[in-house]
């Protein structure tokens, strides 16, 4: 597994991600399948064909939920761009747009799980201050918790990992991360 940046465009704004064995960064990939990849996101639905009729959503067909998907992914990535980019003082930032894992944390910790969502979409990643975060994964999330689906859990497992790798590493505030790569 590695921890490389995705963007560091100033000292005060940085998106790292994790990538795991011969794999683009998870933020990369994730756009990609959920963008690009028609034949993944129509393997996913139909798998999930449960989840998705199940009216969490309401209700619509698969190629319905592969363009909006593909939408909202494209949204979710030009908002993170926008974020990144921007040099107003008062722009919106990454703790806006991430979010505790829990809905019900309301207290910032250190090495906080956080979760990004747009719609279904899901980027999670470990909190190392305002607008310094790790990408650990994400996931197409068609129910209530976490804790039902394998791809979900498995998730959850990523996070957790990425936490602890970061904790025994010192690598807990903003003032560790002035590395390009990092390898675990």
């Given at each position: 597994m590695k921890i490389?940046?995705?963007?560091?465009?100033?000292?005060?704004?940085?998106?790292?991600?994790?990538?795991?064995?011969?794999?683009?960064?998870?933020?990369?990939?994730?756009?990609n399948l959920w963008i690009q990849d028609i034949e993944f996101l129509a393997q996913f639905f139909e798998t999930h064909e449960s989840d998705l009729l199940s009216g969490f959503f309401g209700n619509m067909s698969?190629?319905?939920?592969?363009?909006l998907t593909r939408r909202e992914a494209v949204k979710l990535r030009d908002q993170f761009y926008r974020i990144l980019n921007s040099s107003d003082a008062g722009a919106e930032n990454l703790q806006q747009i991430f979010k505790p894992l829990s809905n019900t944390d309301y207290q910032l910790k250190p090495l906080a799980k956080e979760k990004s969502k747009r719609g279904w979409l899901r980027i999670y990643a470990i909190r190392i201050s305002a607008d310094v975060y790790v990408v650990s994964g994400g996931a197409i999330k068609l129910t209530a918790t976490m804790?039902?689906?394998?791809?979900?859990?498995?998730?959850?497992?990523?996070?957790?990992?990425?936490?602890?790798?970061?904790?025994?590493?010192?690598?807990?505030?903003?003032?560790?991360?002035?590395?390009?790569?990092?390898?675990?």
């Open positions: 490389g940046s995705i963007f560091a465009v100033d000292k005060s704004k940085k998106l790292y991600s994790v990538a795991y064995e011969d794999q683009p960064n998870e933020f990369q990939r994730l756009l698969m190629e319905q939920a592969i363009e804790n039902t689906r394998p791809h979900l859990l498995l998730e959850l497992q990523k996070l957790e990992a990425t936490r602890q790798f970061l904790k025994e590493n010192g690598l807990i505030d903003e003032s560790n991360f002035d590395f390009v790569e990092f390898e675990i």
